[in-house]
């Protein structure tokens, strides 16, 4: 393996593993604080390849090439950006110490469905639904039972929703379970959940740096297949709900410790918050906040890695909506109409290498009161279109 020479300067190194659309906006946060960026990913010219000072194309599951990259570059923080990466690169790294974000531990916990869950559940008692994990179709049809339909069956380890299905029947179990063999990260065993009679799903991006934790306001998105496609901000809830969202969300990620931003998801019904799943990094429906706020998720996250005061302005709503390419190509080409640059709005192409149907490719973003912005949104999102 060979490696180009860092850059000869006294700045701090923050390496990201996985280089995704959220990685390569941390990329540029990171270098407007006058860091050193090397982007790590499995695929070359990932989004944050592209505006990293240096990057590496390695298999993300290899623990001894990832510590290969790690041990030359000598990073003064660890950024792991996806779920499906060496834990065990992430441990020793750790031993040897270098600094991972939040701490290995905490990205051991929340990378597997599994662990995060009985983590929050069994041992700080957090509010979550009925929940079981299964790793064959037999425990699988004897769980859904057991919790009723409909219910939701998920891998302990995916992202962007890959391998989630709802079975509203016992007859839809079968193809339940071929779905979660799609899942990016280990399928072996899946969760099986209670479907919770929710009003409205959150994010709450919950911020801490070891002095402090702070909160952006709640962020309200939809879902199609386990993945984003509209988020807006702020949700509206009883102040009875958010007060309880934020005790939870600082109850988790105090017990994850370390610093960093984290996206944590909860079901709302009334004024009962229900935890579902916790991120140690940006958020996809924290993307609202590039147009929301003074400081997006993405520099709030820099800040808290480096320790810095976590102070912001929310200068008003906005929603956001996720364009997904209808073409497999190589080449990808994304067309973007004039429309789409208004005095309140705009469009961010995240420049992936390759597009398939149903992958992300970019994100609208409109200020606005938010139906009415939400609204502009899922008009202006058609305005963007695949050039085959």
């Known amino acids: 393996m060979q490696f180009s020479a860092p850059l000869k300067h006294n700045s701090k190194r923050m390496?990201?593993?996985?280089?995704?659309?959220?990685?390569?906006?941390?990329?540029?946060?990171?270098?407007?604080l006058g860091l050193e960026v090397i982007a790590v990913d499995r695929y070359e010219h990932a989004?944050?390849?592209?505006?990293?000072?240096?990057?590496?194309?390695?298999?993300?599951?290899?623990?001894?090439?990832?510590?290969?990259?790690?041990?030359?570059?000598?990073?003064?923080f660890i950024l792991p950006e996806i779920e499906a990466i060496s834990i065990d690169a992430l441990f020793k790294a750790e031993a040897e110490g270098f600094h991972v974000i939040p701490n290995a531990?905490?990205?051991?916990?929340?990378?597997?469905?599994?662990?995060i869950r009985r983590f929050a559940a069994e041992e700080l008692g957090v509010k979550t639904g009925a929940y079981r994990f299964v790793s064959t179709y037999e425990a699988l049809c004897s769980a859904a039972e057991e919790l009723g339909f409909p219910c939701v069956i998920?891998?302990?380890?995916?992202?962007?929703?890959?391998?989630?299905?709802v079975a509203k029947s016992a007859d839809e179990l079968a193809a339940s379970w071929e779905i979660a063999k799609e899942a990016r990260g280990d399928a072996s065993e899946l969760i099986v959940e209670a479907f919770i009679e929710f009003d409205y799903e959150i994010t709450l991006l919950?911020?801490?740096?070891?002095?402090e934790t702070v909160f952006c306001e709640p962020i309200g998105h939809i879902q199609r297949d386990g993945d984003y496609v509209f988020s807006w901000q702020p949700m509206q809830m009883s102040a009875l709900a958010k007060e309880r969202a934020q005790?939870?969300?600082?109850?988790?990620?105090?017990?994850?410790?370390?610093?960093?931003?984290?996206?944590?998801?909860?079901f709302v019904c009334g004024?009962?918050?229900y935890f579902s799943e916790l991120s140690p990094r940006p958020h996809d429906t924290g993307m609202v906040t590039l147009i929301t706020q003074s400081q997006s998720e993405f520099a709030l996250h820099v800040r808290a890695v480096l320790g810095l005061p976590l102070d912001f302005t929310f200068y008003g709503s906005g929603a956001s909506a996720a364009f997904k390419s209808e073409v497999d190509s190589h080449a990808p080409v994304i067309e973007v109409d004039e429309s789409l640059f208004g005095a309140e709005s705009y469009v961010r192409v995240f420049s992936k290498p390759e597009s398939h149907k149903g992958r992300r490719m970019a994100v609208v973003l409109v200020y606005d009161e938010v139906a009415r912005a939400l609204e502009k949104a899922k008009g202006l999102i058609t305005k963007i279109k695949d050039v085959v």
């Open 206 to 211: 919950t911020v801490r740096n070891e002095t």
């Open 105 to 115: 531990e905490a990205v051991n916990k929340t990378m597997n469905r599994k662990n």
């Open 15 to 32: 390496m990201l593993l996985g280089s995704g659309e959220l990685g390569k906006e941390v990329a540029i946060e990171a270098q407007r």
């Open 247 to 266: 005790t939870m969300a600082k109850q988790v990620t105090d017990g994850l410790g370390g610093r960093g931003l984290f996206g944590v998801e909860m």
């Open 154 to 165: 998920k891998p302990v380890m995916s992202s962007s929703g890959h391998g989630q299905s």
């Open 271 to 273: 004024d009962e918050v």
């Open 47 to 76: 989004p944050a390849h592209r505006v990293a000072h240096r990057f590496h194309v390695v298999n993300m599951q290899d623990t001894e090439a990832i510590l290969e990259i790690i041990r030359h570059e000598k990073p003064d």
